[in-house]
């Protein structure tokens, strides 16, 4: 099972909401990634937790939040976003090891009007 | 630090023809190579990678791609390709010591009957 799991798949907010994306594995993997990817754009990466410790930030503004409440869960917290921040989100999750392959999610739909 | 380059933003191919994907890279490490599909609104769907051994590569769909380490390569192929391959197609690279995937620009590849 290579399965990656994302919900909501789409969301519209206000620049004033707040809100939350979900992303859940259960292969096991200890590796769990966020990217945003713009239209007709490769995916960025924004975040990675590697055994639920964020180990990287690619500089991404603090309105966007990241959690991983434990191996299986990463989430996205949202608070007063911008336009710009309208994008498909991706979470990916890989094994953590040197040879391993990140298997990505469906994403989430994110419009901020 | 890697960079990846898609020769060709689109592609446009009859059903049945063959195609070809081109895919090169740059890196001053040993790489891994990688070929995700994107279908409409939906999430990146790994086609193939190349660890190690064999430098022709098989994956899902009937797609193949062989690794050119002289030439910096990694070009994806289908002998024949369906109306359902439409999709974009990302090349991607990873250090062998470190684990963030670069992405090239993505090719879109649209089947006509």
């Known amino acids: 099972d290579t399965e990656v799991t994302q919900t909501p798949k789409h969301l519209v907010m206000g620049m004033t909401n707040k809100k939350s994306l979900k992303c859940e594995q259960h292969?096991?993997?200890?590796?769990m990634y966020w990217y945003k990817q713009k239209a007709k754009k490769p995916p960025e990466l924004m975040f990675v937790?590697?055994?639920?410790?964020?180990?990287i930030n690619e500089s991404v503004p603090s309105r966007f939040s990241p959690e991983c409440p434990n191996s299986s869960l990463l989430n996205l917290h949202l608070h007063a976003l911008q336009p710009e921040d309208s994008a498909l989100y991706l979470c990916?999750?890989?094994?953590?090891?040197?040879?391993?392959?990140?298997?990505f999610g469906p994403g989430t739909r994110l419009t901020v009007l | 630090a890697q960079s990846v380059t898609q020769l060709d933003s689109q592609v446009p191919v009859f059903e049945e023809a063959p195609v070809e994907l081109r895919c090169n890279y740059s890196?001053?490490?040993?790489?891994?190579l990688f070929w995700y599909v994107q279908y409409p609104n939906q999430g990146l769907q790994l086609l193939l990678k190349?660890?190690?051994?064999?430098?022709l590569v098989k994956g899902i769909n009937g797609f193949e791609a062989e690794f050119n380490k002289s030439q910096t390569s990694f070009h994806l192929r289908k002998p024949s390709v369906h109306i359902s391959d439409t999709a974009e197609y990302f090349c991607?690279?990873?250090?062998?010591?470190?684990?963030?995937?670069?992405f090239g620009q993505g090719t879109i590849l649209t089947v006509h009957p």
């Open positions: 990916a999750s890989s094994q953590g090891t040197s040879e391993d392959t990140q298997y």
């Open positions: 292969m096991g993997h200890r590796a």
């Open positions: 937790y590697s055994y639920e410790k964020l180990s």
């Open positions: 890196s001053s490490v040993s790489v891994y």
């Open positions: 190349y660890l190690s051994g064999s430098t």
């Open positions: 991607a690279v990873r250090g062998t010591s470190y684990g963030k995937l670069t």
